[in-house]
């Protein structure tokens, strides 16, 4: 029987193939080795490829494209209601394949090795941040067991930190000093890494001409651009402006029943990287908004004056992610006027 659709449960080397006909009867649900999926799936040229969006299968999406297959890649959430019986290799490709065959399903679409480059770019920033946040929290944690508290920031303790360990009528003691001087040395090095990466978000956003033309956006600049353009790409895998800002959490939970509408706060799915970047650059237009006349800081001071601050940053991070996909389904400019 002809194999119209192939569910693949990927793995580091033993992959788990499913194939289902028209029918989507089973045809054959096998393990096969991470060398020989390719020249497999060579023998199946007008097969439809379904996955699971996840490690590795970005990979695996832009190979079998190269090869003419349709790829569909599928987020593990919408899978996981399709797998029957026990859990194991065999009924998660079969599931897959009962996914991929739904037709509201969502897909997503493989990256691309430039947005590849993007995005690893900024998880590991995210990452170093987070180390050089919980090593600051440290460092002011030991401190103050020695009676020593610095103000708020980094910046103050970068600047107080040497002029601590150098004065000698605190209370730290020689072994405190050691530790502390390491510290301070290893809060240094994470902080040339960090830079480092920046300078490459930087470069990066001024040489992609999409991530270029985002920056014209009021309140987006380098990290938010090369974010939306890494995570988004060029915007077909939506259905629209509402979808993409859905996608990334900034839409109203739904709890409506028996004809009665109910809305709460946002849902926060999806990416929540840029999520923040965008309440962040939505927060640096309510800043300035009262000294500015563009479109959007006016319209912000109507939101901030029904609204409130705090509920007015989540709608113009919705309106920025909104003209964010326009821009980059449409190619188009950013009109502040």
Same mark, same amino acid.
């Given at each position: 029987?002809?194999v ?7 793995a ?11 029918a989507g009867?089973?045809v054959f649900?096998r393990?096969?080795k991470? +060398?020989?999926?390719l020249t ?5 040229? @007008?097969a439809?490829?379904? !996955? $699971?969006?996840?490690?590795?299968? &970005? ?9 003419g297959?349709d790829v569909k890649l599928?987020?593990?959430?919408h899978?996981?209601?399709f797998?029957?019986g026990?859990?194991n290799?065999?009924n998660d490709?079969?599931a897959i394949?009962e996914?991929?065959q739904?037709?509201n ?5 493989p990256?691309t ?7 690893i ?18 460092i002011?944690?030991?401190l103050s067991e020695?009676?020593?508290?610095l103000p708020?920031?980094?910046n ?7 002029e601590?360990?150098?004065? +000698? ?5 020689t072994?405190a000093?050691? @530790?502390?001087r390491?510290? !301070? $040395?290893?809060?240094r090095?994470? &902080?040339?890494?960090i830079?480092s990466?920046?300078?490459?978000i930087k470069?990066q ?8 033309r ?5 309140g987006?600049?380098?990290?938010i651009?090369?974010a939306?353009?890494s995570?988004a790409?060029d ?6 402006a ?5 996608n990334?959490g900034l ?16 849902t926060?799915r999806g990416?929540?990287?840029l999520?923040r ?8 237009i309510i800043?300035y908004?009262?000294k500015s ?12 004056e ?6 007015a ?25």
């Amino acid at each position: 029987m002809k194999v119209t659709l192939i569910g693949i449960d990927l793995a580091k080397n033993i992959f788990q193939v499913c194939g289902v006909n028209q029918a989507g009867k089973s045809v054959f649900n096998r393990s096969i080795k991470r +060398a020989q999926l390719l020249t497999f799936l060579r023998t199946y040229p @007008y097969a439809t490829i379904a !996955m $699971e969006a996840c490690s590795g299968s &970005n990979y695996w999406g832009r190979e079998l494209l190269s090869l003419g297959h349709d790829v569909k890649l599928i987020p593990p959430q919408h899978v996981k209601p399709f797998v029957k019986g026990n859990k194991n290799d065999r009924n998660d490709a079969f599931a897959i394949c009962e996914a991929a065959q739904r037709p509201n399903m969502i897909f997503v679409q493989p990256r691309t090795l430039p947005q590849v480059d993007i995005i690893i770019t900024h998880r590991i920033r995210e990452r170093r941040i987070r180390i050089r946040t919980a090593l600051t929290n440290q460092i002011r944690g030991l401190l103050s067991e020695y009676g020593i508290a610095l103000p708020k920031g980094r910046n103050p303790l970068n600047l107080l930190l040497p002029e601590l360990l150098e004065d +000698a009528s605190n209370q730290l003691t020689t072994i405190a000093r050691q @530790y502390m001087r390491e510290l !301070m $040395e290893e809060l240094r090095a994470i &902080n040339v890494a960090i830079g480092s990466l920046e300078k490459d978000i930087k470069l990066q956003a001024r040489t992609h001409p999409d991530a270029k033309r985002l920056m014209g956006i009021r309140g987006v600049a380098e990290i938010i651009a090369t974010a939306a353009v890494s995570f988004a790409g060029d915007g077909s895998g939506y259905h629209g402006a509402r979808h993409f800002s859905a996608n990334l959490g900034l839409v109203p939970k739904e709890f409506s029943s028996g004809g009665k509408q109910k809305l709460g706060g946002i849902t926060k799915r999806g990416n929540s990287y840029l999520r923040r970047q965008l309440i962040q650059g939505a927060w640096s237009i309510i800043r300035y908004a009262s000294k500015s006349n563009d479109r959007i800081s006016v319209w912000a001071l109507k939101v901030i004056e029904r609204r409130g601050k705090q509920k007015a940053a989540v709608a113009i991070a919705n309106k920025l992610a909104r003209i964010i996909w326009a821009m980059l389904f449409h190619r188009s400019e950013y009109r502040p006027c």
